[in-house]
């Protein structure tokens, strides 16, 4: 899931950006403590979280291996 940072953005505007980028994840806007909650502090946070809300993967900019998300999905599955 994508989560939009600008708390001025609705989420039709997300929905529009998503559409025109062609991303078939689900996108949406964050509440105005989840990056608190999550300690996220820079764009391009990517976090991995269990069904109980315990983040299991953080990974922050540069690029993640098709086998590194292989294996955060399984663990998410799991």
């Given amino acids: 899931m994508g ?5 001025f953005e609705s989420l039709e505007e ?3 950006f ?3 980028h ?3 994840w689900p996108m949406t806007n964050a509440e105005s403590d989840f990056f608190r909650d999550y ?3 820079v764009r391009a946070t990517k976090v991995g979280v269990d069904t109980n809300g315990v983040i ?3 990974e922050g900019y540069g690029t993640t291996s098709s086998n590194e998300w292989h294996q955060v999905f ?3 599955a799991s």
């Fill in 74 to 76: 399984q663990d998410l």
């Fill in 14 to 16: 997300i929905e529009t």
């Fill in 39 to 41: 300690n996220i502090l």
């Fill in 56 to 58: 299991i993967w953080r």
């Fill in 18 to 20: 998503r559409e025109s």
């Fill in 3 to 7: 989560i939009g940072i600008d708390p």
């Fill in 22 to 24: 062609g991303y078939p």
